[in-house]
């Protein structure tokens, strides 16, 4: 009874205040999401939804800019030896924890050993695993000795999965109950499902933030976020249905930010189950699919099909790709010589993260029907979607995944052997792996290109994952909202620097 009165009465509030947001002279930057956070973990957190909250909180030791550019964050200046087996990051002084206490090189130290160990589960672990051990010469000074030679581990260390946490966070394993960063933005409140309160950390190292903090609400419906902009309810707003975003072009009511994305969109099979297992039944359904189709279908042709990596400096031309054409023929001859007969599969599809899954999922129904593969849709509650998909729970699954700055972190995770996704891979050849390990070490950029050019064209060959396509990441906000920077990695930590000119 008290938490439905607790509910109602804040209902009420946001009520009243989305109502009042357009006449009020708040500094509260007030932003409309669909999806809620699915944790609060940084470490281990894989969800879009939560990402872009968590980012805002905890801070790494490197950012990627708007240019996908490496810059400072916790890290002030940083180089490797010759031969890339050492890499020294000069940290930055007079950093406070949103505690009040110091941030050092202890909390460096302590937060990188935690992403290392197996039993956390840390998302990105397999990205660290060059790290032999970790010297600190002094207290802003942390030395990583390396197994190998890791030239992508720089560009591995700028993600909210590496954040850095107070060690005594750690040492009681308290991310639970207690959010503890260095970021722009202090956690004041999560109401799941419903609202996520920031205030500004008036003590942040950098410049900024310009607002006095902001309200995080969710409003599961795009279109009425759509609404609530043009009524000028709310001052910002994440969009990810292209049907919708696109509404906004040529609206000079509202602006539309658009960048185009490194996340993407892939029908993920499972080839450790029948019959997927087989290499010509997979290659028979990449045949089958008309990549372009899904995007239209989905999105509207709101973006470009892609190969595994959509880092511009790493694009393959498509026709260079297996079968990245839809032949339907050789779809046909691939089944017939896998001496497979019609099947049916299940797809999984969050409802929510992206909105386009489910017409990705009936595209690609409709498509494989014509090999003779029947394809039923599980739709599901995202947090019910995120559990499934980490375990490997399933026979194929919608996804978009995040893309990175660089092919190693982008996928070591799930195309190495010591991967820490390969769960949700469930496939692994020798190529993949000593491909990756090459252009681990490889630092001349035209050799590297070359090896993760072959990376990709055995990828797709292989066709454990059917890649799709990679679209936009859209925000929208008001015209007096300024400073934000729209980033291809669909990051939001430039609110720091944004202000509320009403």
Known sequence: MLRTLRILLVVGVLLMTLGAVGAQDSNTLILARAADTTGLDPHTQTAFA????????????????????IVPALAESWAFNEDATVLTLNLRQGVTFHDGTTFEASDVVATLERILNEETGAAARANYLSIASIDT????????????????????????????????LIASNGFSEATIGTGPFILSEWIPEEITRLLANNNWWGEGPFVDGIDMRVIPDE????????????????????????????????????????????LQLNPAREPMDVLEVRQAMSCAIDRQEVLDTASLG??????????????????????????????????????????????????????????EAQSIQAQLAEIGITVEIEPLELSVYVDR???????????????????????ARYWTKTGNLQIVANYIDDTLDALMQQGRAEPDPAARYEIFAEFQK????????????NGYEYTAQQPYVSGFQPNPTDSLYSLAWTRLDR
Not at 389 to 411: C, E, Q
């Open 458 to 469: 055995h990828l797709v060959e292989m066709a454990p994952w059917i890649w799709l396509y």
């Open 302 to 359: 709101e973006g470009t099909v892609t190969g595994p990596l959509t880092i511009p400096a790493y694009a393959v031309p498509l026709e260079d790709y297996f079968c990245y054409t839809k032949d339907l023929a050789r779809a046909q001859e691939l089944m017939a010589a896998s001496g497979v007969e019609p099947f049916t599969i299940t797809v999984i599809a969050a409802s929510a993260e992206p909105p386009t899954a489910l017409s």
């Open 223 to 266: 279109a009425s976020i759509l609404a609530a902009l043009r009524a000028g309810e709310i001052d910002f707003a994440l969009l990810n249905d292209p049907l919708v975003a696109t509404l906004l072009i040529g609206d000079d009511r509202v602006q539309l930010n658009a960048v185009p994305a490194l996340a993407y969109h892939v």
């Open 50 to 69: 939560s990402i872009r909250l968590l980012e805002l909180i905890y801070e790494p030791l490197v950012q990627v800019d708007s240019q996908l550019n």
């Open 389 to 411: 998909w980490l375990k490997g729970d399933f026979d194929a699954a919608i996804a978009l995944n995040g893309g990175r700055v660089d092919p190693y972190p982008m996928y």
């Open 137 to 168: 010469p002094d207290d802003y000074t942390v030395v990583l000795n390396l197994s190998q030679p890791d030239v992508p581990l720089l560009a591995a260390l700028a993600t909210v999965n590496a954040g850095i946490a107070p060690s005594e």
